[in-house]
Nanobody
Framework: QVQLVESGGGLVQPGGSLRLSCAAS????????MNWYRQAPGKQRELVAAITSGGIRNYADSVKGRFTISRDNAKNTTYLQMNSLKPEDTAVYYC??????????????WGQGTQVTVSS
């Protein structure tokens, strides 16, 4: 089993910054993708940012230029640096990690979610 522990959420004013962290632990053979999703009440869960094992990054159009995803392979950890935050960024943010715990044995694990609230 692979567990994800998220941290870094909180309340911030518009224009402020937060950094989310997500650490994976357990039996891990390889990590393919590390992703950040978010979900606001009454809204669909959406992919915010993703990073591949090779460090290739993709972002939702709504956060391009403001958010940066990174990963530390030695620590099995991904980070989401969020700058110039807007009220519409308010949501529960979920970390998702896809990989394998044995060759050919894939997993997809989710973090517990961390609340990000952007309000004046």
């Amino acid at each position: 089993q692979v567990q994800l522990v998220e941290s870094g959420g909180g309340l911030v004013q518009p224009g402020g910054s937060l950094r989310l962290s997500c650490a994976a632990s357990g039996t891990i053979f390889s990590i393919y993708f590390m992703n950040w999703y978010r979900q606001a009440p009454g809204k669909q869960r959406e992919l915010v940012a993703a990073i591949t094992s090779g460090g290739i990054r993709n972002y939702a159009d709504s956060v391009k230029g403001r958010f940066t995803i990174s990963r530390d392979n030695a620590k099995n950890t991904t980070y989401l640096q969020m700058n110039s935050l807007k009220p519409e960024d308010t949501a529960v943010y979920y970390c998702n990690v896809r990989g394998s715990y044995l060759p050919g044995r894939e997993f997809s694990s989710w973090g517990q979610g961390t609340q990000v609230t952007v309000s004046s």
